[in-house]
């Protein structure tokens, strides 16, 4: 399984950045997708997860309303727009997937994780 991450850089607080994740080497839609992060000295959290078909979808509560995660299935590709940013939004952003592509569960840890891309939000 292999995840790869693009689309992170440097913005200013108040803007937008749209993260892109490939997959290759799964059965796609038997997985849910998310991503993670970890800005510096903190551990890695859960920012947002989506359910194989799309359906449903999940966020930290300090993303909500400005973050939206989609996906793709026929380019098996996961997407997060992130938009108002702000400083604290700084951190390494990763890619994962889960075998729970209904999101039954907590999406704490999942299965497979990506190399993850910088996002640097300066105020």
């Known amino acids: 399984v292999q995840l790869v991450e693009s689309g ?3 913005v200013k607080a108040g803007g937008s ?3 892109s994740c490939a ?3 799964l059965s796609f839609t038997t997985y849910g997708a998310g991503w ?3 800005a510096p000295g903190y551990e890695r959290e859960f920012v947002a997860a989506i359910s194989w078909d799309g359906s449903k979808s999940r966020y930290a509560d300090s993303v909500k309303d400005r973050f939206t995660i ?3 299935n026929d380019e098996t590709a996961v997407y997060l727009q992130m938009n108002s940013l702000k400083p604290d939004d700084t951190g390494v952003y990763y890619c994962v997937v889960d075998g729970d592509p209904y999101l039954d569960g907590a999406f704490a840890n999942p299965e497979y994780w990506g190399q993850g891309t910088q996002v640097t939000v300066f105020s």
């Open 8 to 10: 992170g850089g440097l």
């Open 17 to 19: 950045l749209r993260l």
């Open 70 to 72: 989609s996906r793709n």
């Open 36 to 38: 993670f992060r970890q």
């Open 23 to 25: 997959s290759s080497g």
